[in-house]
């Protein structure tokens, strides 16, 4: 399961100890309300090891190769760390064994880790750092960062982190995290749409796939429709939520529009031309029979599993289910372009990863540093594709065998670099936009095949969304 969204840091700064010492690692199972919480517990003295890992073709393994080093002495730092993970997940397995690595190569760092339910997490610290009582160190999904970051309760990484370093990450991971110029977070995996499709039902028509970013458009979606269709009368050319915005941002990129242009609070363009363009386009679908009025995620989901539809746009969250659904070949690829403008249909891919709380001490604020670096590193995070996988933001694991070598991952890292990284989409406005456009996409979306939703209707709707997120954002 992946999740709901980088390599190690140089540690040069830290070389110099004589001896080897055996390392007491003490690890502390609480449960408290419901919340798993627990203290690694670790001696100031050892030497430094460092973590590698080896993949064999597609398997999954990965090898951790010790290396001792030698490195100065550390006064003692404690860190409070709120992790995100789903208890007995494998991502939980995965981290588990990076802080155990960490442990070891920073024997003056303790730990006091806390699982927190991911539901309530952003919340939670909003409560705690209003009382002054913020963990040091939270993993956060990327688009919590723009209401952390109006709040001051974030610390910026520009003066931690040089462009050397940065250069380990992906630049969609990098600008998924920042806020005006400014880094607060590093990604540890990501995720996103890509095109799903069913091998066998596109054999079937004498397709040898469907369009994608390298060699179809939207007028491909078409005429593979058509085809499809012609085959099996039963088949299910597409579908997906296009009334859901986080399903409708692709087209929306993909016909050059955006969700907002740069001011303060950021300028919605929900309702341009190209918005009502895109809308128009799915509708269209819609009318010629090639997609179903007003689906739900649920409906895209039983389709695929039971075979019957052809397309889809779904994420890495549900590549279990598919894997496990009776009789159904598939592979992921990224979406085709857009006909009339060229530009490919880019969904916003998200980020989970880890911030720092503002106002540490400095010793505390590099300590953070150096666990969020670490944890974020290329080995924590092909832990996280071997037991969870997480799709890596570090470019070197992406571009390795452990990825390129299943195909699936490869299908959906292709269009992860095709990611829309849309302006305002992390910040604090954004938490308006939901809503308002979902509300509009209903409206402004055909509820059979035969209504013909005209474009005067789907602008009205729209408008109505853009002043609703206007008023607010304070306009």
């Not at 699982?115 to 952003?122: G, I, L, R, V």
């Amino acid at each position: 399961m992946f999740s709901d969204s980088v390599m190690q840091r140089n540690f040069s700064h830290k070389q110099s100890i004589s001896t080897t010492l055996i390392v007491a690692v003490v690890i502390v199972i609480i449960a408290v309300a419901g919340v798993g919480a627990y203290a690694l517990t670790v001696k100031p003295s050892a030497t430094t090891v460092t973590a590698t890992s080896t993949t064999t073709g597609s398997a999954k393994t990965t090898t951790a190769t010790l290396t001792t080093t030698a490195t100065t002495s550390e006064a003692p730092v404690t860190l409070s760390v709120w992790d995100t993970y789903t208890p007995g997940s494998g991502e939980q397995i995965a981290f588990n064994k990076t802080i155990s690595t960490f442990s070891t190569t920073y024997p003056w760092i303790t730990l006091n880790v806390q699982t927190q339910a991911f539901s309530a997490a952003e919340s939670d610290y909003i409560t705690a750092a209003l009382a002054n009582q913020a963990p040091d160190v939270l993993r956060a999904a990327n688009d919590w960062t723009g209401s952390l970051v109006a709040q001051g309760f974030l610390q910026p990484l520009t003066t931690l982190a040089n462009s050397t370093f940065l250069a380990q990450y992906t630049s969609g991971s990098i600008g998924a995290y920042s806020i005006n110029g400014k880094l607060y977070g590093l990604a540890e995996n990501t995720n996103g749409l890509a095109l799903l499709y069913n091998k066998a039902l596109f054999s079937a028509a004498g397709l040898s796939g469907p369009p994608t970013s390298t060699n179809g458009t939207t007028n491909s979606i078409t005429s593979d429709s058509a085809a499809l269709l012609a085959k099996n009368s039963s088949t299910i050319p597409i579908i997906f939520p296009s009334n859901n915005g986080y399903w409708w941002f692709p087209w929306l990129f993909g016909y050059n529009g955006v969700i907002f242009t740069p001011g303060v609070p950021p300028n919605p363009q929900i309702n341009s031309t190209a918005a009502v363009d895109a809308t128009a386009y799915l509708n269209y679908l819609v009318n010629q029979g090639y997609m179903p009025p007003q689906p739900s995620d649920s409906d895209m989901t039983a389709a695929f599993c039971d075979g019957q539809a052809a397309m889809i746009l779904d994420g890495p969250w549900d590549i279990s289910m598919y894997n496990s659904c009776p009789g159904l070949s598939w592979a992921a690829t990224p979406m085709p372009n857009v006909t009339s403008t060229g530009s490919p249909l880019a969904p916003t891919w998200g980020y989970q990863g880890w911030v720092i709380s503002s106002g540490l001490p400095l010793n505390v604020q590099q300590a953070a540093f150096d666990f969020i670096s670490f944890v974020s590193s290329y080995n924590a995070q092909a832990n996280l594709f071997t037991y969870a996988e997480d799709l890596p933001t570090n470019v070197a694991l992406a571009s390795s065998t452990l990825i390129t070598g299943n195909s699936t991952a490869a299908g959906f890292a292709a269009q992860g670099l095709l990611a829309a990284n849309a302006y305002g989409y992390n910040s604090a406005a954004m938490n308006s936009v939901w809503t308002p456009v979902g509300n509009a996409l209903v409206a402004a979306e055909p509820t059979s095949q035969s209504q013909i939703v005209t474009i005067p209707t789907i602008q009205s709707q729209l408008d109505t969304a853009e002043t609703a997120i206007i008023t607010a954002n304070g306009g």
